[in-house]
């Protein structure tokens, strides 16, 4: 490469340019209510205060977040291992999901679904809180526990955070990856984790063919002897092999599970997920993220870069 071409590259790699908004826009924004409340005048000021990273934080978690037990510290910082709000009680589930059902949003739309083929439906809240209740009672007649892992190996449908909230409402902790990620790297988080249970799909649509998911889960739990129990929900009603005894389908386990599942009562320092690096440069490793501390840091990011 010349060095013109270089120097056309590293273009493309500096932003100068700067868009203000109007007044008008400012004003009506939530990081503006927010600063008004706290008598903040400026951005500098406020990027001042927010050096006080307790103080910042302690204002979030009380203003976003409803906690079954109030924090006793906000934070404990022992090098390289950190804890947030120590003390309290929360799950993710109550401010994603519950409270809503019992607020009067039990009918207000919460995800619209477009499938690659073209169908459509919609989710509503009390639809959402229905299944993920019905999807927790079923993992915990697998006998999946407060603490133990889950692999979630599923495309961008629903039944994704749906099972995500059914882990995290009975204190399970969730891995997923992504359903492009080969067997072969599903296998490996399944069994760096040590998960009790996969969740996959039969078959999915991509780029107008069909991904068979089943199929690599299967290869992928080949090193996974951990797993007790693979959850299969149907999407485009394949065939697909099937291990008696170990494999159950999502609609049959879930059918005739009672519709309300008490949403366990977490430290907020107690595991959500655990998220894995891509692997490129080596092992993949396993970043881990707690109930309350990652519950704040969504709350506030949503309602101040969303406005």
Known sequence: MSNEEKKDISVLLEEKRVFKPTQEFVEQTNVKKWMDKHGIKDLKELLEKAQDIEWFWSEMAKELIEWYKPYEKVLEWNPPFVKWFVGAEYNIV???LDKHVKTGK???VAYIFEGEPGDIKKW???ELYTEVNKLANALKSLGVKKGDRVGIYLPMHVELPIAMLACAKIGAIHSVVFSGFSAAAFGDRLNDCTAKVAITCDSFYRRGKKVALKVQADEALEKAPSVEHLIVYKRTGDEVPWNEGKDRWWDEITKDQPA???????????LLYILYTSGTTGKPKGIQHAHGGYAVGTAQTLKWVLT
């Open 106 to 108: 039990k009918d207000k």
């Open 124 to 126: 509503t809240y009390g």
């Open 94 to 96: 109550h401010d994603a």
């Open 260 to 270: 309300e599942c008490e949403t366990e009562k977490m430290d907020a320092n107690d």
